[in-house]
């Protein structure tokens, strides 16, 4: 007999990459083997590195427009970075909703993705190596993944990303495990550099191996969103580093800023998002109840379809209970 968490990809609320039972779920899928040995890949390392199929028009107007933006117009850009540049130019949200992304995300986490945000890179970010979990909450956790695309050929002079192959199977670390309070913060980077030198030291201890992402322009890393990573120092100053950065949410989850939040006092500083592809909000759901105030803390459940829902689930298990009795004592 097998089990429903071997049979039901629903049944665990975890990405299925992560599930014990993932070498059976993952033979039920019936992916193509393309597919298939995308998502074993992605299991395994944490990250896959894709051709996005964005044609060169795209491509071209999205760095055109990049460098053309002027940063004072979006809110947290500046001549390094456009936070959110897919509001001011059609190319840059292409790259955000390409179908072959799209595609590969469905796959890879067997739930709609909702792109959020988007990152317009002029030159290197040289960020130390952290994982988008402290940036990015979800309930059920792990449901958040980037898609980091070259607009440029990268190499080890234009600053490229940095990464740690199977980092992301290291525990999941928010500001309490490192010692900080949240909601005692004067604001969400207080203790940043905290964060960042645990992790440097952590990867060094855990002997992880470091790759480069030396990518011809057009082509795409995804990472899982506990996957460390970061941007490597720029050599040579002179040169740009044009790429996109856009991150991703999955449906069913509620969403919150780890570097706000505090879960162990109740206290999550959750975010009402904006899905990319539609520019509507991001429905938010708790464990398959709709949250009615996406934003807003504490969340107003569906208490109504949610006792419903228990109900009927009640029902639906007596009438096995009954049934079974029947079965095996005849009455
Ligand atoms: O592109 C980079 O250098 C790092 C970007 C990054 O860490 C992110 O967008 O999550
Ligand atoms: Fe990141």
Redesign the pocket.
Known sequence: MSTLFETEVAALNRPWVDSPYFPDLLKRAGLSPEMEQLVRTFARDGYVILDPKIDDETIEAAARDMRKIPPEKLLFSDGT?LQDAWTMSDAIRRIAIATAVMDALKALYQRQPYPFQT?S?RC????KT?S?TI?FGSIPYGFMC?V?VALEDIDEAN????YYPESQKLPIYDLLDIGVTAFTQAQAFEHYARYEEFVEGMMVREGLERLELHVKRGQALI?ASNLF????PIRDLARS?L?Q?T?YHFHGCMYFAPLLSDPGLGLLHVRNLTDITTGEAIPQFYNGIAIENPGEWPPKLNIDRAQQAMISDARRSSSVVRRAKRFLFGR
Do not use: I
């Open positions: 970075r990152l890179f290197g970010s040289q960020q952290h988008d940036h980037g980091w600053g490229p990303l940095h990472w990573h970061g941007g490597t580093r790429s950065v991150h």
